[in-house]
């Protein structure tokens, strides 16, 4: 090879590159009959112990050999249909296609003079994404790696709004003290990065005040408005109300078009986390569900959730674009204020970053936003059917009916042993065994199993297979001589 690098001497070197690695791919992702290999940690680090970085392989195939014996033979394949363990889709062609036509380029979206036409598809797909959500022409939006960045960046522009408003009145104390005061009131099942974002946005250890959440995991706008009008009469600001479109245990949708009136009324910025439920948009069956989206100050939509994208591919949407202006910074040797272009690195907490909106706009091209809906309605259905069956089934306990695509349940023993001291030891059980992938969670201070179904080629006997594993599990545990990896065989 004339270079290692990629050049225009050094295309036919790609093609095979290229081809080899994919294929490589393309024959393990075509011969998993299961989610993933038993192997365990233990096994998998003595593998890893053996390479020494320091001795390079000298050659593509053989590093690609290395990375099929670690890797490959090794990973969890969410395309197959018992692989429901988290919000991980299987993914659209054209999307994978974009992701090596991107990392072919190489294109840095932060400035005009490095992405050009890029950025106009990127812009092009920021404003697409604020019609479906509703919002004005003068939205904005920007790419971000998924989101709990998403959310941060949300909550940055409502916190430096709120500065800035306090800024205008006449005697109002330093920056410091105002800070201080803010608050951002989020449910009790919010997402853990509104707690993460206020940290790094340095607020005060009790700046996320929760707000409680009904029967159904649904915030309570009662609630809520007790809460506001409480720290106002302490003399401190809301300065965000985070409501959740898809919760990530219940899959609920808070009742967004309350909490935006309530928002309007007290002049409270709302931010809407749809990272989960943001498909919903593309839904002709379930996008009511997003009644009130479109009054929100912010959105978080993970495409690579609810739009069958590969990782990372996130955006935060808000209303009024100059909002974007507090991410806005002007470096003489990178986007000096007066070029006429547009320079995306002037909406974006990044510098240097990845043209994901390639992979959605391939999606939307080739596919169109309908066929991504659908594929949503089909897993939201699956969850519902797969509910009614553990209704009816004695083995197991509904926690509650599915909002979206996730499922709650546990397994109840026969012989009377409390079912909340099984769920680990089941989920570990069935993760050890290597025929499906299922979760963990606590539901109103009690543990119970959970499924997440994103698989629109998954049917309900994939599902009841799992349910199978899932009763054969919990049996062994209860009968300690039994054989359970050769009963889920």
């Not at 033979?73 to 993914?91: D, G, K, S």
């Amino acid at each position: 090879m004339s270079s290692p690098l990629l050049n225009g001497s050094t295309v036919p070197h790609l093609m095979r590159a290229v081809t080899t690695a994919t294929a490589a791919g393309a024959a393990r992702l075509a011969a998993a009959d299961i989610p993933h290999s038993p192997a365990d940690h233990d096994q998998l680090r003595s593998m890893f112990d053996r390479v020494d970085l320091n001795e390079h392989l000298r050659d593509l195939d053989s590093a690609i050999d290395e990375i099929d014996r670690l890797w490959l033979q090794h990973a969890v394949w969410f395309h197959h249909p018992q692989a429901i363990a988290h919000l991980n889709c299987p993914v659209a062609l054209p999307a994978v296609a974009a992701d090596a036509l991107a990392a072919t380029v190489n294109t840095s979206m932060d400035t005009w003079d490095q992405s050009k036409g890029a950025t106009l598809i990127e812009r092009k797909i920021l404003a697409w994404t604020a019609e479906q959500i509703g919002f004005p022409r003068e939205a904005d939006g920007m790419f971000t790696p998924g989101g709990t960045t998403s959310n941060l960046q949300a909550l940055m522009l409502a916190r430096d709004e709120s500065l800035e408003a306090s800024g205008r009145i006449p005697g109002a104390a330093p920056r410091p003290v105002r800070a201080a005061r803010l608050r951002i009131l989020a449910s009790a099942e919010s997402h853990f990065s509104v707690v993460t974002a206020a940290r790094i946005l340095g607020l005060d250890d009790d700046a996320v005040v929760t707000v409680p959440v009904d029967a159904d995991g649904r915030m309570c706008v009662a609630a809520l408005n007790e809460l506001v009008n409480g720290l106002e009469q302490q003399g401190l600001t809301a300065l965000a109300v985070v409501a959740t479109a898809g919760t990530t245990d219940r899959g609920v949708v808070d009742p967004l078009d309350e909490i935006a009136a309530l928002c309007r009324t007290h002049k409270v910025w709302l931010h809407v986390d749809g990272a989960y439920g943001g498909g919903l948009l593309a839904s002709t069956r379930h996008r009511g569900k997003l009644a009130g989206i479109q009054h929100a100050d912010s959105v978080t939509i993970d495409f690579h959730k609810t739009w069958f994208q590969p990782v990372s591919c996130s955006v935060v949407m808000v209303r009024e674009g100059r909002t974007l202006r507090h991410c806005t910074h002007h470096a003489a040797y990178l986007n000096p204020a007066d070029t006429p272009e547009p320079n995306q690195v002037d909406r974006s907490l990044q510098t240097t970053r990845r043209f994901d909106a390639l992979k959605i706009w391939l999606t939307l091209r080739t596919l169109g936003a309908e066929v991504i809906g659908d594929m949503l309605d089909q897993v939201i259905e699956l969850a519902q059917q797969v509910a009614d069956t553990l209704e009816q089934d004695p083995r197991f306990e509904l926690v509650c009916r599915p909002s979206l695509s996730t499922v709650l349940f546990r397994w109840l023993p026969s012989d009377g042993t409390p079912p909340d001291d099984l769920v680990r030891a089941i989920r570990r059980r069935v993760w050890e065994s290597g025929h499906a992938t299922i979760a963990e969670t606590v539901i109103e201070g009690r543990p119970c199993l959970k499924i997440t179904l994103l698989n629109p080629e998954a049917t309900h006997a994939d599902v009841m297979s799992v349910m199978t594993l899932i009763h054969r599990a919990g049996q062994s545990l209860l009968a300690p001589s039994a054989t359970y990896r050769e009963a889920a065989v």
